[in-house]
């Protein structure tokens, strides 16, 4: 059994990282789909509500109710493969919950691209709409996201794979890291692995 927990600013990859491992008939549990569900049973659109609504989950449940409510579904993928990747993690809080529930099985990758990188992923995928579109910036979605404790989770990261060349560059590391495990990442020149 394999957990493995995906960390990264927005436009890093993440998204890439679980796409890859669906193509792998990995089984992907993407926390945003629990601040998704959220939104609509309360009548809200999760494109314009989602960063509000991961606020309010957290006040009323704590902050790792995203990740508690993530844990069943990723048990349930877990029945039917030996590895499975959570998408979205956003806090130290949220790495401790799957620490806690899978242990050394549980192994966290950041994905990381400098700022200038992600803020052109972003703008051509129409995903950083100015205050006028009623969205936010990329510097602000930064600060929503450090707020919550990604810098922190970002620090408890096993392994970081750095998202600057080309996607076919990427996939094959996120590859790597799916059929060997982080350990596969030590001799991959777009990944670090720390030593623990």
Do not use: Y
Request: proline letters at 4%.
């Amino acid at each position: 059994m394999t957990v493995i927990g995906i960390v990264g600013l927005p436009g890093s990859g993440k998204s890439e990282a679980a796409a890859v491992a669906r193509e792998e008939s990995v089984p992907v549990v993407t926390m945003g789909d629990v601040i998704r569900q959220a939104c609509r049973d309360r009548g809200l659109d999760p494109a314009t509500h989602h960063g509000e609504m991961a606020q309010t989950l957290r006040e009323e449940n704590g902050p790792d109710a995203i990740a508690q409510a993530s844990l069943p579904h990723v048990e349930d993928a877990l029945a039917d493969s030996g590895t499975v990747v959570v998408d979205g993690i956003r806090s130290d809080v949220e790495v401790e919950r799957f620490e806690d529930a899978f242990g050394e099985d549980f192994h966290l990758v950041e994905v990381w691209a400098p700022f200038e990188t992600r803020a052109e992923r972003l703008d051509l995928r129409g995903r950083d709409a100015g205050a006028d579109e009623g969205g936010e910036s990329l510097e602000e979605r930064d600060a929503r996201e450090t707020g919550f404790g990604m810098d922190a989770a970002i620090e408890m990261a096993d392994a970081t794979i750095e998202n600057t060349g080309s996607l076919d560059a990427f996939g094959s590391t996120v590859r790597t890291l799916l059929d060997e495990g982080v350990r596969g990442l030590e001799t991959d020149p777009a990944a670090t692995v720390e030593q623990r």
